[in-house]
Structures are given as structure tokens and as C-alpha cells.
């Protein structure tokens, strides 16, 4: 399913009712982020630095990332069924050649029909192929994005904390 996350400068309480109204799933649990690490983040978020908005940030885009790879794993293994697939139908499709050659009459027409099946199989098999792969070349430049700002992010964090760190020196 999906998390519905609520990130917010505003006053938690405020936040909290607005999401209650929204109908979003466990609203009435909030935090004060004013002295809270990112590792203690949940459900709603409020009074929280630029920092740790995008802590919040990355943690969301690395839990969509690892959903992506899932769906790639299961495109890919989508793709080698229906591989398989075709080279079933197509060994169905050449037996049946062979007993058309072989037989007459009725048979041959029972036979015909089976053919037609079988090369309505294939085609279809090739289409779920095509499809899949589309949709894992979609996954793949979907990851890569998500990678890129899961990266920009981490290094938005790194130069605040730098800036932090010498403001406070």
C-alpha cells in the first residue's frame, strides 16, 4: 500500500487537525521535530529545519527506490516467462506443422485450428515481452532519477551540516 507522510514547518497540533480532515491514516500521531533525530521521524511531521525536511526526503525516496526495484525484479521475471513462453508455442506450433504433413481430412483440420491457437499464443506471448520491457526500461529511468536526487539530497545535507558546523565553531 501507500504511507501518506505529512512534512511541516507549521505547529504540529495545526498540521495534525488539517491531515485529520484530509484523511490521511494515523494523523492524530504527530511529532514536534524541534529536537528530534531523522531516525525518530513517523507518521506526521511538523516544526522541522531544512535539514531534516530532507533527511525526511531521502528516507521516502529510498523506500520508493526499493519499491522500483521490486517492480523491476518482477518485470524481469515477467519478461523470462514469456520468453519462455514463446519458445513453448513456437515447439507447439513446429509439432503441429509436422503432424499436418503426416495426416488428411478431419484430422488435418483439427490440427489446422490447433495451429492457429498456438501462433495466437505466440503472438501474444511476444506482445507480454514487448510490454514488459517498456515497462522495465520505465522502472529502470524512474530508479535513475530517484537515485539522482536521493544523492543531491544527501549532498544538500552535507553542505547544511558543513555550514552548521562552522557557524557553530
Known sequence: GLAVK????DDPVTVSRVALRAG???AEHFVDCTRVTAEQLQEIHARLTANQ???ADIAAKAEEISLLEDEKHKLENLRNLSNNDITH????KTQINTEITLLSGDEMER????LLTAEANVKAAEESVVNANKASIEAE???AEMKAAVTSGKDFIAETEQKIAGTNA
Do not use: P
Not at 6 to 9: A, F, H, P, R
Open 141 to 143: 529511468e524512474k530508479l
Open 24 to 26: 490521511i491514516e494515523g
Open 89 to 92: 508455442h513456437n515447439e507447439r
Open 6 to 9: 505529512v512534512i511541516s514547518g
Open 53 to 55: 525536511k530532507a533527511r
Open 111 to 114: 490440427i489446422k485450428g490447433e
